[in-house]
């Protein structure tokens, strides 16, 4: 699923060699967006639809499981299962409950990823969900805890296809997003937290014309992307930190979690 046009005979020879299954497979195209695939074998097939989300020069390739007598219009493509990673949760709080709560909030929960034998994660919770693309994906999800703390938990996305950071969807770029000169016109000062009244707080601003996009945040840091044209994306981290000795190492929990993010993209 993507808004250019795919190189189908190449698109059919890497997905092949991705595959690896045990009788031959064609393909078959319906129409400029949709190709029937036929397996040679069922366990290939099964195999296949429970490995997705597949991709293709970073374009999705949504696949479905063939329904007799169904018409081509009643296929759902839209909604895809990820894997997904939840960041920026405390070790005693990572359970089964949180990762039901924030799957809920992203999609439908259809799978939660144990990470050891002893049913707990070690830095993030991972979860598939499956999530409508033609909607906005979020990136950040506030969870509020049974002491009224709320936590704002940072979203990545296991095998992302092509994404927008302007608009939140799937099929295009930042460089060729509709919204790209609206986006560059209002957000001269696009980004502000409340100090509330208290000597503490956060802000960013930049430039017209400079192309920044908020990856995650909390009362205490500000984590960014700066699309440069021409050169490599540059992440811009902010961090304010407690001034109380005690909730220190709380901050440091912050840096690690941003740290494990940048070394996954």
């Excluded at 074998?41 to 949504?62: E, H, S």
């Excluded at 439908?108 to 034998?117: G, K, Q, S």
């Excluded at 937290?193 to 014309?209: C, F, I």
């Amino acid at each position: 699923m993507s808004e250019e046009k795919v190189n189908r005979e190449a698109m059919y020879r890497v997905i092949k060699s991705l595959w690896f299954i045990k009788e031959e497979v064609s393909f078959v195209a319906l129409n400029d967006g949709v190709i029937l695939v036929k397996f040679g074998n069922i366990d290939d097939k099964t195999r296949i639809l429970n490995l997705i989300t597949w991709l293709f020069n970073q374009c999705l390739f949504a696949l479905l499981p063939f329904v007799k007598g169904q018409e081509l219009d009643d296929y759902v493509f839209n909604i895809t299962p990820f894997w997904i990673r939840i960041y920026n949760i405390l070790f005693e709080k990572m359970d089964r409950r949180a990762a039901i709560d924030v799957g809920k909030a992203i999609g439908e929960v259809v799978a939660i990823n144990w990470r050891d034998r002893d049913g707990s994660w070690i830095g993030y919770i991972r979860i598939r969900v499956k999530i409508d693309i033609l909607r906005p994906l979020r990136r950040v999800v506030h969870l509020v805890g049974s002491e009224g703390i709320e936590t704002v938990c940072a979203i990545k996305y296991e095998r992302l296809p092509t994404f927008c950071y302007i608009c939140s969807l799937i099929g295009h770029t930042t460089q060729k997003c509709s919204r790209k000169e609206e986006h560059l016109e209002t957000n001269n000062l696009n980004f502000q937290l409340s100090l509330e009244g208290r000597s503490k707080g956060l802000a960013m601003m930049w430039k017209d014309g400079l192309d920044v996009s908020i990856q995650n945040y909390s009362s205490h840091h500000i984590d960014s992307i700066v699309c440069m044209e021409c050169y490599n994306n540059i992440r811009f981290t902010g961090l304010y930190g407690h001034a109380d000795s005690n909730l220190r190492s709380w901050s440091w929990d912050i840096l690690r979690m941003v740290g494990r993010s940048v070394r996954e993209d």
